[in-house]
Structure formats: C-alpha cells, structure tokens
T-cell receptor, first 113, second 115 residues
Framework: KAGVTQTPRYLIKTRGQQVTLSCSPI?????VSWYQQTPGQGLQFLFE???????NKGNFPGRFSGRQFSNSRSEMNVSTLELGDSALYLC????????????FGSGTQLSVL | AQSVTQPDIHITVSEGASLELRCNYS??????LFWYVQSPGQGLQLLLK??????LVQGIKGFEAEFKRSQSSFNLRKPSVHWSDAAEYFC?????????????FGTGTRLQVTL
C-alpha cells in the first residue's frame, strides 16, 4: 500500500510569489491535514480537510489556504510569500472516521528568498 | 488551550542503555496523547498513542509510555536503545475524536546514540 505522497520535495520561491503544494493520501483515507514545521515554531497545525470540506483550522493568516478533491488528494496554497514561510510542510492522512492515527508524508521543503 | 512541554531538547545515550523522554501536557479534559518519531529528511511516524484504559501503552520498536494524570505526564521509555533509534521524538496532544488531526506538538527531543 503506497504511503502519503507529497510533491514537490523541494521548492524555492521569492518573496511575493505564490506556491501550491500537493498531497496524495493513502488509498481509502478521506482526511488530509497539513502542518508547518520550522526550527523556531516547531510543528503547527494548518488545517484539515475531510470529504472535500475543511473540518479544522489552525491559527494561520488567510494567505494559507487549501482544498481537497473528490479523490481525497489535497493542495495547499500560500499567496504573497514571506521569508517566514520558509518551512517544511507536512501532509498527513487518516481515515478520518474517528481514527486518530496520522500517516505523514516526507514533506515539501519550501525556501523563500 | 492545550499545550505540550518536552523539557529536554537533546539527549545522548549509549547503545544498550535505557531511555526515558519526558513529556508534560496541559489540557482541561482527558487528553489524547501521542508519541511520534522523525528521522532526518522524513515525515513523522506514530510510535504509540493513549486514549483511555491501561495507563501503560506499548508501541512499535520496543517503546512504551506511561500516562500519569496526577503529574500531567506521558513519558516515553525504552529498556535498551539501538543506534537506529537516533532521531527526533515528538510528544503531541489531541482534543479527541473529530479533532484528532488537530494535534499540538511539543518542541521535540533529539536523541543521539553513541556506540
């Protein structure tokens, strides 16, 4: 069974640009959540999508958005990039039906110059 | 609001020695508690979780953790560490079913294993 796949693995952008990250969950999983990991702030929850609906949201500005498609694949978008957005963005999937075991992808390392 | 404290940023142990990583949480109700491990350049892997019942939980790779409500702690232990256990370990708390994906993580403990 394939794991959680995140693309691209590495990304370099400049300030002011926007970026889209992709996550393919484990087959059959309907919940996808996103986390930002930085050396200073650690792991912080961004949002969770379940069956194409945002179910939970963290404390991030509106520049961070996401969506989920009918096949459960999810994308995360960050607009008007700032230097502080440089981070490892991790996607995690779960069945979402009361299952609390999250399966994480290897992440997308975003560098904003 | 829930929070997690991992007081040890970095721990070094010898291979074969025992290990205990500390975790203290703050949460108003019965917490859902987790330990995850992250190897360099990788995502996180769940080691074990506690929701209710027996306060001593067994996980993968020989790890166990004990929930102590009176101390608001959920420390991770392993009797004999292997060199491959070198990684970063994260304790996390969740609010429960329906919000299980919305975890609050500690800042992590980096484990170094000397041969």
């Amino acid at each position: 069974k394939a794991g959680v796949t995140q693309t691209p693995r590495y990304l370099i952008k400049t300030r002011g640009q926007q970026v889209t990250l992709s996550c393919s969950p484990i087959s059959g999983h309907r919940s996808v959540s996103w986390y930002q990991q930085t050396p200073g702030q650690g792991l912080q929850f961004l949002f969770e999508y379940f069956s194409e609906t945002q179910r939970n949201k963290g404390n991030f500005p509106g520049r961070f958005s996401g969506r989920q498609f009918s096949n459960s694949r999810s994308e995360m978008n960050v607009s008007t990039l700032e230097l502080g957005d440089s981070a490892l963005y991790l996607c995690a999937s779960s069945s979402g039906l009361g299952s609390e075991k999250l399966f994480f992808g290897s992440g997308t390392q975003l560098s904003v110059l | 609001a829930q929070s997690v404290t991992q007081p040890d940023i970095h721990i070094t142990v010898s291979e074969g020695a025992s290990l205990e990583l500390r975790c203290n949480y703050s949460y108003g109700a019965t917490p859902y508690l987790f330990w995850y491990v992250q190897s360099p350049g990788q995502g996180l892997q769940l080691l074990l979780k506690y929701f209710s019942g027996d306060t001593l939980v067994q996980g993968i790779k020989g790890f166990e953790a004990e929930f102590k409500r009176s101390q608001s702690s959920f420390n991770l232990r392993k009797p004999s560490v292997h060199w491959s256990d070198a990684a970063e370990y994260f304790c996390a708390v969740g609010a429960g079913t329906g919000t299980a994906s919305k975890l609050t993580f500690g800042t992590g403990t980096r484990l170094q294993v000397t041969l």
